[in-house]
Structures are given as structure tokens and as C-alpha cells.
């Protein structure tokens, strides 16, 4: 006789193993790096003052490309980040491609295991350039 699966099941055992190998990942979620979940543990300390206006100089030479790029993403207060606007992309596939429960599983759990990468990466070079 052949056992039947249980979905939830599943599921649960998928979002344990992912929260466990993201535990350690440097995000410091269980405040064990520094007291406080998600506190810095870092001593990072920006090398430009808020009061700076080095990015003044560096986006006052972007060319129409650069600027219309930055436009798109940047949508204005209010709305979606990055992220979200990549999330958008995602229903829209997944209403434009009739996806069950099960596609859509698939890809918003790659979308936004790909973003959270992304995060990290991003975070880890502008820690690094200032």
C-alpha cells in the first residue's frame, strides 16, 4: 500500500531546513553575534558623513540610460522596492501562465531565495566600497 503524502508536511520540513541553513548566516536573526536579534555586530562605520554630498557628484554625471534605469527602479515613495517590483514581475507570470499552487510555490521560493542572495551580496560590496 503506498503512503500518502502529507503536503503540509512537506512544507513544514522545507521551511525548517531552509530557516536552519540560514540561521548562521551572518544576519544575526537569534541576537548569538551581538545582543539583539538582527543588531550589528559589525563596527561597520560609514566613511561618508550624512551630510555628504559625494553621490551629488557621481549621479550628476549619470547619462539618460543610467537616470532612466534609476527612474524605473526607484518608483517613487509609497511603492514597491526592488524586491517588490520583482515580485510584481511574478504574479504577473504566474496569472498570465495559469500556475497552480505548486508553480507558484516553485517560483516564488526561487525568486525570493535569489533576492535574498542578492541582499546579502549587495550589503557585503557596499560594506566594502563605502
Known amino acids: 500500500m503506498r503512503k500518502r503524502r502529507n503536503h503540509a508536511g512537506v512544507g513544514n520540513l522545507a521551511a525548517a531546513a531552509v530557516i536552519a541553513f540560514r540561521r548562521h548566516d551572518g544576519a544575526n536573526q537569534l541576537g548569538d553575534?551581538?545582543?539583539g536579534?538582527?543588531?550589528d555586530y559589525t563596527d561597520y562605520r560609514p566613511v561618508n558623513t550624512s551630510?555628504?554630498?559625494?553621490l551629488l557628484y557621481i549621479?550628476?554625471?549619470l547619462g539618460d540610460r543610467e537616470k532612466m534605469i534609476?527612474?524605473?527602479?526607484?518608483d517613487g515613495p509609497g511603492s514597491e522596492t526592488p524586491p517588490g517590483r520583482w515580485l510584481l514581475h511574478a504574479q504577473f507570470?504566474?496569472?498570465?501562465?495559469?500556475h497552480g499552487i505548486d508553480d507558484d510555490v516553485k517560483m516564488?521560493?526561487?525568486?525570493t531565495s535569489a533576492l535574498l542572495d542578492a541582499s546579502i551580496a549587495v550589503?557585503?560590496?557596499k560594506r566594502l566600497y563605502d
Open 59 to 61: 549621479s550628476g554625471r
Open 51 to 54: 551630510d555628504q554630498v559625494i
Open 70 to 74: 534609476s527612474e524605473y527602479w526607484a
Open 108 to 111: 516564488f521560493f526561487a525568486l
Open 37 to 39: 536579534a538582527y543588531s
Open 33 to 35: 553575534l551581538s545582543p
Open 123 to 125: 550589503w557585503e560590496r
Open 93 to 98: 507570470v504566474s496569472r498570465r501562465d495559469q
